[in-house]
């Protein structure tokens, strides 16, 4: 009927649309709930198929500096499915090692089931070369996913162009709504589903489609990649001012993740070493959440970038692989500029840094929230 007729006619408007924004074809495209059921259908689609095809190939290569969608979903493989999960090595900036790539391959090319590698990473910034990792694994036969959750709306990143089997992709990250995300999957790339049901989205995932998060994302989606010159030259300027600022007035803090050369020179075709939008310092004699405390109660809202499990504050696992001590990745703090930063908003945190980086020093490494809680509240406890 004609409702079921428009709101089929929305989808496909918005799937071309999308398809457009990511360099793929349209019925590439699969919708998901966002980018983490995007990860898990790619990594155990290409799995179990892979396996199916030929029961020895149960490796997977992967970076250790994956967000949780993929890191927790090979792992899940690992302890369920019997793969044997690869970490690869990443430098101090965060970047991949294709040499450990090519020996892992040229030893183990037969039992590979595929290659995990993000496009660019969530905490620190580093953006990877998906197109030499791809063409390396393709060398040797072996499918690649790669998670371009950060990438897609910041970079140029075009999924024909990179060679990549799979990619995932977010609403919320790029200005659409959260719940609501895509894997990008080849026409010739088979994977197993992960979802059963309806049989929608060529039978690789079940379920109603829902039609207003998908016009919402594409919308968001279109915008993003039609500013995406402007926006990133914009934020770039903001984010090495932001530097600049930082590394001036706390003169201990680091920069972690790759440095790009000069602001807006790239190496890699237009791909730029650190996204845009990315600020990531390590601010040493200070626990991450005390400083994040600090500065919200000066208005600036930042991350510790790590994961908290049971209100137990964790060193970043990113931090860790790039070879800081568990002490050096306590202190860290990440600053995200997106589409609504003004230099107001960087002149605010230079402002408010140096005070908040004393108290938090104060507070020290041990007992950090509850103290800074009593500090700033003037509440004794
Ligand atoms: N991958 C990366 C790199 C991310 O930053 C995120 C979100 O934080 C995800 C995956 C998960 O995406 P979603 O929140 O849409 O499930």
Redesign the pocket.
């Known amino acids: 009927h004609g409702s079921g007729r428009r709101a089929r006619m929305v989808v496909e408007d918005s799937r071309e649309a999308l398809a457009a924004a990511a360099g793929c074809h349209p019925s590439e495209i699969i919708f998901t709930?966002?980018?983490?059921?995007?990860?898990n259908l790619a990594v155990k689609g290409l799995y179990w198929s892979r396996r199916d095809a030929d029961p020895r190939r149960t490796r997977i290569l992967c970076s250790p500096i994956?967000?949780?969608?993929?890191l927790d979903t090979v792992q899940w493989l690992e302890k369920h499915e019997g793969a044997t999960v690869v970490w690869l090595p990443v430098d101090h900036e965060g970047v991949v090692s294709e040499e450990a790539i090519r020996a892992e391959l040229a030893a183990h090319a037969d039992s590979t089931a595929l290659l995990t590698v993000?496009?660019?990473?969530?905490e620190v910034g580093t953006v990877q070369d998906i197109p030499a990792i791809t063409a390396l694994a393709h060398e040797y036969g072996v499918p690649v996913h790669t998670?371009?959750?950060?990438a897609f709306g910041s970079l140029p990143v075009n999924f024909r162009a990179a060679g990549v089997d799979t990619m995932?992709i977010?609403?919320?990250?790029i200005g659409g709504p959260?719940?609501?995300?895509a894997l990008v999957v080849g026409r010739a790339v088979k994977l197993t589903p992960v979802m059963h049901g309806g049989g929608q989205e060529r039978d690789i995932r079940s379920g109603t489609l829902d039609t207003p998060g998908i016009a919402a994302f594409a919308a968001a989606a279109r915008e993003a990649t039609e500013n995406l010159p402007a926006e990133s030259a914009r934020l770039r300027q903001l984010r090495d001012t932001l530097i600049a600022g930082v590394e001036r007035e706390i003169p201990d803090a680091v920069l972690r993740g790759a440095r790009e050369e000069q602001s807006g020179d790239t190496d890699r075709q237009g791909m730029p070493r650190r996204l845009p939008g990315n600020a990531h310092f390590t601010f040493p004699g200070c626990e991450g959440d005390s400083l994040l405390f600090l500065l919200d109660l000066a208005g600036v809202e930042s991350s510790t970038g790590s994961a908290c499990t049971a209100g137990v504050p964790r060193p970043s696992h990113v931090l860790l692989a790039m070879g800081l001590s568990e002490t050096e990745a306590r202190g860290a703090q990440r600053f995200s500029l997106g589409h609504t930063t003004t230099s107001a908003d960087v002149d605010t945190l230079l402002n408010a840094l140096p005070g908040a980086y004393e108290r938090a020093k104060k507070a020290g490494m041990a007992s950090h929230v509850s103290s800074i809680q009593t500090a700033g509240t003037g509440f004794t406890s």
Not at 118 to 122: K, L, P, T, V
């Open positions: 709930s966002g980018g983490t059921e995007a990860d994956e967000h949780h969608a993929v993000m496009w660019a990473n969530n998670d371009a959750v950060q995932a977010s609403g919320h990250k959260v719940g609501v995300g």
